[in-house]
């Protein structure tokens, strides 16, 4: 297969945030962006709903928070609901 370079402009947050995903599930940028684009070709368009989200800003803070918190190795987590409730109740 020939492959083509290809240059786009991303937003360097967008760029950081992504390049952090792609390498948790094992993938670089380009073998990402090649998915995506297989992806569209196959199912003849975008591979996924395109649409405004309509959450308050006080949902979006949340969704950032819990987005943290899952990611902070110094938050406790639990493995069971009898250990969580154990905890509440301490």
Known sequence: MATAPTQIRIDADIKKQAT????????????AV???LHQ??????????VEMPHFTQKTLDAMEEAKRISR??????????D???????E
Do not use: H, Q
Not at 21 to 26: A, I
Not at 40 to 46: D, K, T, W
């Open 20 to 31: 952090d995903l792609f390498k948790d599930l094992g993938l670089d940028m380009s073998s």
């Open 34 to 36: 090649n998915l995506f």
């Open 40 to 49: 569209c070709v196959l199912r003849g368009g975008i591979p996924f709903k």
């Open 72 to 81: 902070d190795p110094a938050i406790k987590g639990y493995t069971s609901m």
């Open 83 to 89: 250990e969580l409730k154990k905890a509440l109740e």
